[in-house]
């Protein structure tokens, strides 16, 4: 067990990291789609809602592709290092909390975005108050990027090579250590992953379900 918390240390730093990474790039796309008007906008969203069932292996293929030696950013010597596997994560990340919060602008958009006009607020400028109205979906899709980020394994296995002591996360780890037999660290990793899971659908649902809503719910059954 001498490698259980470093594991699960360098999980959550590689998983926050690209979740927050994915989340600046996710809500700049997202602003972009909500209250933008330009040719291939449509195209656009139908492009990143196609992408939320990105193969996490194929991405990982090719960004082993580009970032090994003979790739155009083999330079950086990314490979086979924790920032390959931030960088693989925010690859996966980026669709999802781009179009939840493509929706979750959107709505509010074109629901005071001519109020907004009128009162002289340019697009550019309604986009504090947008986020403001729609913190709570914002939030939900930090989350949800999270929960993908957090659970990725193929993509990651393919850029990190789970090299022992450097670039080993949970979801690897269990992999290697049950096809060793080693059940005891596997189940352990998996318990904190299933626990971490659970903790992030569990908020995310919070956010989403009014206080009470539940239990109203229940008693209308």
């Given at each position: 067990?001498?490698?259980?918390?470093?594991?699960?240390?360098?999980?959550?730093?590689?998983?926050?990291?690209?979740?927050?990474?994915?989340?600046?790039?996710?809500?700049?796309?997202?602003?972009?789609?909500?209250?933008?008007?330009?040719?291939?906008?449509?195209?656009?969203?139908?492009?990143?809602?196609?992408?939320?069932?990105?193969?996490?292996?194929?991405?990982?293929?090719?960004?082993?592709?580009?970032?090994?030696?003979?790739?155009?950013?083999?330079?950086?010597?990314?490979?086979?290092?924790?920032?390959?596997?931030?960088?693989?994560?925010?690859?996966?990340?980026?669709?999802?909390?781009?179009?939840?919060?493509?929706?979750?602008?959107?709505?509010?958009?074109?629901?005071?975005?001519?109020?907004?006009?009128?009162?002289?607020?340019?697009?550019?400028?309604?986009?504090?108050?947008?986020?403001?109205?729609?913190?709570?979906?914002?939030?939900?899709?930090?989350?949800?990027?999270?929960?993908?980020?957090?659970?990725?394994?193929?993509?990651?296995?393919?850029?990190?090579?789970?090299?022992?002591?450097?670039?080993?996360?949970?979801?690897?780890?269990?992999?290697?250590?049950?096809?060793?037999?080693?059940?005891?660290?596997?189940?352990?990793?998996?318990?904190?992953?299933?626990?971490?899971?659970?903790?992030?659908?569990?908020?995310?649902?919070?956010?989403?379900?009014?206080?009470?809503?539940?239990?109203?719910?229940n008693q209308a059954g």
């Amino acid at each position: 067990m001498a490698g259980f918390l470093p594991i699960v240390g360098l999980s959550l730093v590689v998983s926050l990291s690209a979740t927050a990474i994915a989340s600046l790039l996710g809500f700049a796309l997202a602003s972009v789609l909500a209250l933008g008007r330009f040719r291939g906008r449509a195209a656009l969203i139908v492009l990143v809602n196609a992408l939320l069932g990105l193969p996490p292996v194929a991405v990982g293929l090719l960004l082993y592709l580009i970032l090994s030696h003979a790739g155009p950013l083999g330079g950086l010597g990314l490979l086979f290092t924790p920032g390959a596997m931030i960088l693989a994560q925010t690859v996966l990340a980026v669709p999802i909390i781009a179009a939840l919060g493509h929706r979750a602008l959107a709505e509010p958009w074109l629901r005071y975005g001519r109020a907004l006009r009128s009162c002289g607020v340019g697009r550019m400028r309604s986009l504090p108050a947008l986020f403001a109205m729609s913190r709570v979906a914002l939030l939900t899709a930090v989350l949800a990027g999270f929960g993908r980020t957090i659970s990725e394994v193929g993509a990651i296995l393919v850029v990190g090579g789970n090299i022992a002591g450097y670039t080993r996360t949970m979801t690897t780890a269990i992999a290697l250590e049950t096809s060793k037999g080693n059940l005891g660290l596997a189940l352990s990793l998996g318990g904190v992953l299933i626990g971490i899971s659970v903790a992030v659908s569990t908020a995310a649902l919070a956010l989403t379900v009014p206080p009470g809503g539940l239990g109203r719910e229940n008693q209308a059954g």
